[in-house]
Structures are given as C-alpha cells and as structure tokens.
C-alpha cells in the first residue's frame, strides 16, 4: 500500500517562497514519474510540475520560472520549490505519479497572502 505525505505548506506573503515535500512509502520510488498537483477552492485538480525517473522536468505555464520539482530516490522524496509565490498559488498541494494513478495523500494547504 502507498502512502504519500505531503509537507512544508503555510502562509507566505506574496513574493514569497516554499519548500514543499513529499515522502513515499510502499512502493519503488525511483522507478516512477512523478508530479506535484494542486487544488484551488471551487477548482479542479492541475498537475503543476512533473520529474522523470530520470529527472527531466515539465511544467505548467501558470509556474515555469518559478517553482521548480527535485528528488531525491535515496530519500523516496519529492520536493517542490516554490518562489515568487501569487495569490494565485493558493491551494492545497499534492504529490502522486505523474498520472495520478496513486490514492492521494492529505495535500498541504499553501496559502499567499499579505
């Protein structure tokens, strides 16, 4: 069974930045795409950045150039790095594959406000 438990959320002024992290258990990490999601309130779910297993990255126009998705296999964790945070960015983060297929974890909450 795969868990996955998102942290590093909060409050940041705009302009801001955040780590977020994501530590997976129960499977074999290295060998998966993986992706950071989010959730605005009212708004479905988008898939924000993707790694590779082999650590190309892709992101959404809505961050390219600001947030950027790392992992580290020795540590079954993906990060995302979060910078010049918007309003915008507020939403509740998840980390899964880079198609979703894995039961989600319980999200942490990035809230940009002044």
């Known amino acids: 069974q795969v868990q996955l438990v998102e942290s590093g959320g909060g409050l940041v002024q705009p302009g801001g930045s955040l780590r977020l992290s994501c530590a997976v258990s129960?499977?074999?990490?290295?060998?998966?795409?993986m992706g950071w999601y989010r959730q605005a309130p009212g708004k479905q779910r988008e898939l924000v950045a993707t790694i590779t297993s082999d650590s190309i990255t892709s992101y959404a126009d809505s961050v390219k150039g600001r947030f950027t998705i790392a992992r580290d296999n020795a540590k079954n964790t993906v990060y995302l790095q979060m910078n010049s945070l918007k309003h915008e960015d507020t939403a509740v983060y998840y980390c899964n594959t880079a198609h979703g297929i894995w039961a989600w974890g319980q999200g942490t909450q990035v809230t940009v406000s002044s």
């Open positions: 129960g499977r074999i990490f290295s060998i998966y795409d």
